[in-house]
């Protein structure tokens, strides 16, 4: 079966900290794709990253980086001095090839920048 | 910047009534899916298409619910008799239809069913 986990219900940070939102996932899909999106508080998802399971190389773009290890199943977002704007909900989401459209979503964790 | 647009945005409803709801997916995207996003439940599935043909309705309370793609620039979500339970913020994401691709999402409807 397939599952994304992000263990971190909440987390709150002061503007220009790093944060680092985990996320775990478990396939058996030798192929698969993993994405971030964010859900600020107007509500709509907003696509941040898609990435393969064959492309282990870290991402960087802007002050957000993404860090995936297949080692331990994870593909964890950082963002590097943080600001009030991005305080939202981050979820990770699966789709593997199996059920090749279905993209299986986490929890979310909910992101509280403080000025 | 192409979007995908969803009506109404917000709706209110007795139990009982029929809601239906509205998706226009980005322009070119042949792949169409309907979310539902509770506290509770968190993001499912609840149905999608390609090139208009139903895929995958398995997410879908069948005895109640119906989604539709009248035309390739529509996709519609009916619920009939809704019920308090059907409380939740209802997301339409469009793909440009390979397997695997990126989906995006619109802004959702926000349906409270008293």
């Known amino acids: 079966a397939q599952k994304v986990t992000q263990a971190q219900t909440e987390i709150s940070v002061v503007e220009k900290e790093d944060v680092t939102l985990d996320c775990v996932y478990e396939?058996?899909?030798?192929?698969?794709?993993l994405f971030w999106y964010k859900q600020p508080p107007s509500g709509e998802l907003v696509f941040l990253i898609r990435?393969?399971?064959?492309?282990?190389q870290n991402e960087i773009s802007g002050r957000y980086s993404w860090n995936f290890q297949k080692s331990t199943s994870s593909f964890n977002f950082t963002i590097t001095a943080s600001q009030v704007v991005d305080s939202a909900v981050y979820f990770c989401?699966?789709?593997?090839?199996?059920?090749?459209?279905?993209?299986?979503f986490g929890t979310g964790t909910r992101l509280q920048v403080f000025p | 910047d192409a979007r995908v647009t969803q009506t109404p945005r917000d709706k209110v409803t007795e139990m009982g009534q029929e809601v239906t709801m509205r998706c226009q997916p980005i322009?070119?995207?042949?792949?169409v899916f309907w979310y539902r996003q509770t506290m509770m439940q968190g993001l499912e599935l609840l149905a999608y298409f390609r090139n208009r043909a139903p895929l995958d309705d398995s997410g879908m309370p069948k005895d109640r619910f119906s989604a539709e793609m009248p035309d390739a620039t529509l996709a519609t979500l009916k619920i009939q008799p809704s019920e308090p339970r059907d409380s939740a913020v209802y997301f339409c994401?469009?793909?440009?239809?390979?397997?695997?691709?990126?989906?995006?999402f619109g802004p959702g409807t926000r349906l409270l069913v008293l």
């Open positions: 994401a469009s793909g440009p239809g390979q397997p695997q691709e990126t989906q995006y």
């Open positions: 396939t058996r899909d030798t192929t698969y794709y």
């Open positions: 990435r393969n399971s064959f492309d282990e």
């Open positions: 322009l070119g995207h042949n792949t």
């Open positions: 989401a699966l789709s593997g090839s199996y059920n090749t459209d279905k993209l299986i």
